[in-house]
């Protein structure tokens, strides 16, 4: 118990370090960036302000003080939980962001289940068949990971939008506007996964163990599923970690494309628009996502491979 | 009375129903719903549903009547004197009178509020008093004769003082804290979305001469923020919104698929390239006018926008009222060879060895900066088609894009030889933004030509000063002739609003901005 | 304990028994016969290099030049893949459009194995603070999704084709610090590793000539692989318009202007989109190629 | 009565085109209720081959054809998959080798073992568990219900395989096919094992027993096949082929088997056991288990080791002995305890100030390929111990390398082989070469046989004692084969969890052992009955 009590404050700890980093990294990140943080808090506007707009601004946000203290008095806030103000929209970081926050996780949640469902029946149907049924689903999987999401999804949008009219072309009301930009991300990443599960599939399906089971007389589907599928899940599972990630950044050119709102495209605008206080509220958003879905992630490592469990040592016992 | 903004187009034919919603697609959002902040034609737009203005300006360039029932203004054009509409409401129940006008304006002037635009909009306001509840002067530090103008655009549009002082901070937010006395109450936001409107039904003070007196005739309105060109122009010929804001590239499409289209001209300065006159190889005006002739605006433009736009002669726009120099047309044809004469003269003969100018061994090279994240309406491919163009006449046009970090940079310093801009408004005075010596970027005016001239700033001071139609539009016109002349300025197109509609949307007409006004809008069943 | 008597059966392609003979990796794991598919994955690439390295050869039309009055033809005799709203002619463009996706993909993903040893090496040598802190810093990094990490570094130097170059190895580096970490641990530990140790041969001697070459060797494959994705960041950077400088022919930026015209004018856009596709395939291809063979190389 | 599987002229092939290989080539067997037939042979002569086509399962890609394939009575050569997803397990069970991986480590044992149960319906699904207790009690495995809930890996070697054994016997099958089953356990656990399939045979199941080691299937078989390259070269009644051999290979085989009571034709040298060379004292070294607590890998060894003399260490798997040899070779530091070098420190240096010596010590591993980097070719791999040696570079270099592989008796043809390329023997041979190259006087041999065939085993042990007797090296021998360390050793040391339980001269320990452990050890030998006839 007491072990698992510090692997927990352990892992609680490299979280923390994690989470200043981040914030560290974008505070610095956008103060390096040339040219004067007035104007970039003005938005690159056609209009640059009058002087005494200027002043005010820089009086506000505190851009005179030498960037050290600034640093502090970030940190300071942070620690209170406090975000900040948008420097674009003028509005607290954490009211944008939690607004956005909805037809995000939304649409990352839908393309999540996409793929899940996506690699494993593909997977699972195509592992260890016979070679065209193979080739053929690994060179489509091949295609879909090698086409810009991007440009994808635009493609979608012509046809299924604009032509056949299936779905709407923008927005965020309904499943209806849900489905095309959760394809468009969904079939790269799934695309992605299946493949992987297919190698961790066959590569299962070579070990002695399933010799072993076969010769007990079990079917091929009891072969896959009481066996090798649980093998391919382990390099599934890292990737499936690695994926949120790219899920996310994933979101910032779907949203654009689709025009949908979310955190995609705030983002961008943010970075593009160096509007540090929201560009480091969403840096410590994802860096949180990601600590949780890498402890999520350990876990399943245990719950799928008892080896990893500490569980007492080797059992020497003398047979 | 007058027309008023009953004008055409948005087929205003059979009588108006009652009901229904209308889905209206625009194409860039906005960081700031609060139009005393922000300076964004979509800001204004937008919230020209939620605020009214004292004045309404029609697409004639004539006034009428709408929060003040009348006006004068003092001979020496230093005092406004509003008498203003009794019984006119905020959407939050408070009464609109001449403290609330006073408030709003000190609000506008106020370093605090951070306006980026409506501040300028007030030039030298010095302050306004109330005279009696429903009286209110309004007083400038010298002769402003375009006040009147500025009062009638939405970013002077009048706010309950009570918002304005409660919900100072949320202001930008938009949404329920933007409260007006607009025929629409906004009642949601959401960024990079929408925004909602509802009717007021209280709303009985529509401008002087408007169609509908009354409150709207839709239930709602939804604006959605769609900036993707296609899916703009996707959304609307597949009914998913009922009128957009068009992308020259859709236009012959969305005609097509029987969506109807209304092209407005807007007024104010058309989309130019300006050509920084103290700089490197440029401070020659030969050099200049040779950019101006090398460049074949008529075939790019033609091609980029399909016609949908009209090639610009002068800095102002055709519809910018009481000022537009028509005898400018034609004055400088594309003409590659006499380009290629005015820099011979300029000593740029040689050529190096990718073709391009040389003179005591520098290359003949203009430097012209641009905000990747602002670029629209296929600006970047004139832009391309332009830089082909100075190729062929051995100018090596160089695009820096910078962000808005190194902009202001660039931007004061002058440090650049083009910069393209383009300004919606209804009043020549514009042009003094543009080219009155004291305005100088660095001062946060748009003299980007950093052209000085006492000649020149005296024809716009003076323009400035008279009230006279015909006295203004002869200082403007001297100042176009010039700017044009000295190679200041290279016009490009005359920017409008493409608006399609689809079949069923009614009453849609437009104020002097070229921008949309929803509140006749009625849609057949 | 003595290990099993022989080394097992090398991996067959697969599990079910048939007597229809199927091409089955040897037992001593001979690699494995270069495939149609790789071919033709070579093929497209040399091309792509061609076009990089002497685009004119391909298509001499310039692919900036404008010509406004041959706007938007289709493709024909003329112009092989159409014109584009200025009459700049696609399949100059295209061609010329191979040198940004190229450079940026094999630059980036050079810079970012470079950076990955830099980082991942020492921290996996040094003691266990180092590794820590080394690691630590990396966590920070892989923390941002690679998309969102890569707008912040262009954020700071601004768009361009050598930014969003270094962007895009940037955003790549923790990924390939983290491998080169793992794997040079493993070498670490290895046998060999302790039999150098146990000749007496210098600590350095052994990290030149047995970590480093076997930490990089199994980094080959993924960073084939990192190329493809690398050229697909370039394009989605561009696409933002946060790459190469107009009137640059880089495919994303192609993409992302000609994308209004789909309905139109389809082939400004849907060449470029074409050719990155390919060109990605065809990395990816090869990569697995480059994994089959080295799988087979050591049993 | 008439055999349960007829085999007669099976042909197995590999590949195609050029890459075809012939592993199994005119094999015939048959197997009775109640008897054992003994399939021996060398590593590669297609013994799993053989097995594996019994159940169905030759491998993907191999071409099999057989005059005449019977299991009980039904021509199994037309068998679909689903005839034989019949047999397997419930006619036919197979042991694979390796039991170590053979059973799939992310599931319970019970549902291993009770895997058959469910294929073949044998039992309502409530009833498995507890058939599967039974079964596990049968094999012989204590506290079998709490077993069934562990997971492979929670369980020692020789449990597993009598898992692996119980879930193979769990639907009944008629005919067992043991691959290889003891060639992963200990002397002792090996012992158990075989007399587990010792009873199964007398119920009246027909075995297959499958090994390398003559000895081994000396105990059981009935009747023993001899393969080599694919063929069987000699089959008949067991007594005939151990006592009088017929083909030449068969007489190989037995002769290169090491005997562990033949004592080993050695002079001693002059002073054995003093450290005159090394020395070490109350050596110990602690792991940490998974569990946190600690685990003494070594506890308290001693030893010396005279120029010269040759130092055995036999013990069971995990014993110690490979630390032991690590804390010798300065590859772990010790946690009590020293080790001397001439009597100088040694364990006690740092690494910097241990490396000019290290030349002096050197060590032949158990894997050797493991051992070499895999991009090198032998020529590199001597060439950067010769370095060390202070040979210079180039042509001295090559002639020194060429002498060495001479030394070992491998050509300069071998120089720019890779070792992937060579035989487990060669591999060996190059690793004993480059432990040479730096002109040792100790050698430090984990398990330097262990990996290879007896042929090949009986060559390098030659080797050694030939090199031993040329250059008066000193050695550490590591072997679990006391048959091997008594054919090699002057002294022996005889470990038990990380304890050193005896210690003396090889011939006392062996003719007279003292502790009781070791009298265990001897015991379970397996032994050629020819010769304890003898
Ligand atoms: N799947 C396969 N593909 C190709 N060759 C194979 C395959 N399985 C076995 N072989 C070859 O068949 C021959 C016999 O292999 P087999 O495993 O039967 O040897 P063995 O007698 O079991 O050796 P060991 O004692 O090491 O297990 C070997 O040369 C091996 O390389
Ligand atoms: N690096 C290590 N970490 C933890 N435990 C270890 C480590 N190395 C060895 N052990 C443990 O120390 C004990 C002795 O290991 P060692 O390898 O010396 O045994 P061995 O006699 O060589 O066995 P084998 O005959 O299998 O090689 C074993 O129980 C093993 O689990
Ligand atoms: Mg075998
Ligand atoms: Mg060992």
Redesign the interface.
Known sequence: MSRFARAALHRLGGAVLVLWGAATLGFLALHLVPGDPVSTLLGGSVTTGSAAVRAEITREFGLDRPLFEQYLTFLGRLLGGDLGRSYQQQQPVSLIIGEQLGPTAELALTAFGLILLFALVSAVTTAGRRRAVRGAASGAELLAISTPPFWLGVLLLTLFSFHLRLFPVAGAEGWESLVLPAVTLAVPFGSLLSQVLREGLESALHEPFALTARSRGIGPLALRGRHALRHALVPAVTLGGWLVGGLLGGTVLVETVFARPGLGRVALDAVTGHDLPVVIGLILLSAAVYLVVNTVVDGLYLLIDPRLRGAGPVREVAA | SSAGPAAPGGGTGGTPVRGGTLKYAVAVGTSCLDPHVSPGDVTAVIQRNVFDSLVYLDDKGAFHPWLAKSWQISPDARTYTFQLREGVTFHDGTAFDAAAVKANLDHVKDPRTKSLYAASLLGPYTGAEVVDPLTVRVSFAEPYVPFLQAAATPYLGIASPKSLAEKADQLCAGGANSVGTGPFRETEYVKNDHVEFKRNDAYAWAPEGAANQGAPYLDGLTIRFLPEDSVRSGALTSRQVDAAALPVSAVRTVRAAGVEVTRTQNPGVVYSLFLNSTRGALRDERVRRAVQRAVDVDALVKSIYFGEYERAWSPLSPTTPASYEAGLKDALPHDAAAAGRLLDEAGWSARDGDGYRVKDGKRLTLHWPYIASLVRDQRDTLAAGIQADLKKAGVELVRDSIDNGTYFKVYASGDYDLWDNSWVRADPAILAGFYLSANTPAAGGQNVSLSSDPELDGWLTAGAATTDPAARKANYTKAERWAVEHGTVLPLYVTANLIGRSEGVRGLVFDANAWPQFAGVWRTR | ??????P??G?????????A????R???G?AARLRPGALLAALVLAVAVLACAWPGLLAPADP???D??A??TPPGAEHWLGT?????DVYARVVHGARYSLLIGLGATALSVLAGLLVGLPAALSGRIGDQVAM??V??????????LA??????V???TGNALLAIAIAATPGFARLVRGQAMVVRG???V??????????TAVVL??VL??TL?PLTVPATLAV?TAV?SG??LS????GP???APEW?AM?S?G??????AWWI?VFP?AA??AV??AI??LGRQLHRCLEGR?? | MSPIIELEGLNVEFGHGRRRTTAVAGVSLALSAGECLALVGESGSGKSVTARTLVGLTAPGAAVRAERFLVEGRDAAAFGEREWRRVRGRTVGLVLQDALSALDPLRRVGAEVGEPLLAHRVLPKAEVPGRVEELLRDVGVPEPAGRARQYPHQLSGGLRQRALIASALAAGPRVLVADEPTTALDVTVQAQVLDLLGELKAKGTALLLISHDLAVVARLADRIAVMKDGRIVESGPAERVLGAPEHPYTRVLLAAAPDPDRPAAEAAPADPGTGRLLTARGLVKRYRTPDGGLREAVADVSFGLAPGETLGIVGESGSGKSTTAQLVMGMLAPDAGEVLLDGRPWSALPERLRRPARSAVQLVHQDPLASFDPRFTVRRILAEALAVAGVARGAARRERAVELLAQVGLGEQHLERRPHGLSGGQRQRVAIARALATGPRLLVCDEPVSALDVSVQAQVLELLARLRAELGLAMLFISHDLAVVRQVSDRVLVMKDGRAVEYGPAERVFRAPEHPYTRQLLAAVPRLPARSAA
């Open positions: 304990m003595t290990s099993s008597v022989a097992a059966p991996a067959p392609s697969e599990p079910a028994p048939g007597p003979a199927r091409t089955v040897s037992a001593g001979r900036t030049a404008a406004p009055v706007a938007l584009d709203q200025l009459g700049r630590r810093a966590d920070v990094l892989l923390a941002l999704p690679e998309l969102l707008l912040l570094v262009i954020a700071v601004g768009p361009g290895s046998e060999y302790r039999a150098a140790t146990a000749l007496g041969v210098p600590r000539r047995h070459p076997n060797g493809g697909v394009a989605a696409f933002l318009g946060l400088k107009a009137p994303g993409l202007q994308r209004d015209f789909l309905s139109t856009a989109g990155i596709t990605v395939v990816t291809v050591t049993p």
